[in-house]
């Protein structure tokens, strides 16, 4: 989708807002116990540190790196659909163990169980945000950025 490099800033800029949104929603509701409209507010908190940090690693590194484990499952000849899931599927599979570990690190305290605790934090992290991405945050990322750079 982007074709230029700052078109790239503003998709990874836009993806992982929404994304790491959701996620910090997410797991303060699976800490408080349940999902009520202050979770909405609170995870602001955490954008501070987790959107920037996001952004970063997706940029300058799990980007290239999910393109070159994607194209070992398709090819540029498939479908762009089908590549498009490739590229998504692999940047979770990279971004979420990496994520909750840098969450495990600075919110959960997790002294000598920090293994496991990161462990336990990317297992329920994995699913939600596998589905949240290829179902809502993707294709409404993908929607807004199409409306804001139109190709000719």
């Known amino acids: 989708m982007p074709k230029t490099k700052f ?21 303060i509701s699976l800490n408080i116990g349940g999902m009520s409209n202050q979770v ?9 540190i987790m959107w920037p940090v996001a952004f970063v690693l997706e940029f300058f590194i799990v980007d290239n790196l999910a393109h070159k484990l994607a194209f070992r499952i398709v090819t540029p ?3 762009p659909f089908a590549i498009t899931v490739a590229i998504s599927v692999m940047i979770i599979c990279i971004m979420c163990p990496i994520m909750s570990l840098i969450a495990t690190i600075l919110f959960k305290n997790a002294g000598s169980q920090f293994v496991a605790v ?6 329920m992290n994995f699913p939600v945000a596998f589905f949240w991405q290829l179902m809502y945050c993707g294709p409404l990322i993908r929607f807004i950025f199409g409306k804001m750079f139109p190709e000719k």
């Open 77 to 79: 000849k498939d479908r």
């Open 118 to 123: 990161w462990l336990q934090t990317t297992f």
């Open 7 to 27: 078109q790239n800033v503003i998709f990874t800029l836009m993806m992982a807002f929404l994304m790491v949104y959701a996620m910090i929603c997410y797991n």
């Open 40 to 48: 909405f507010l609170m995870a602001f908190g955490e954008m501070k």
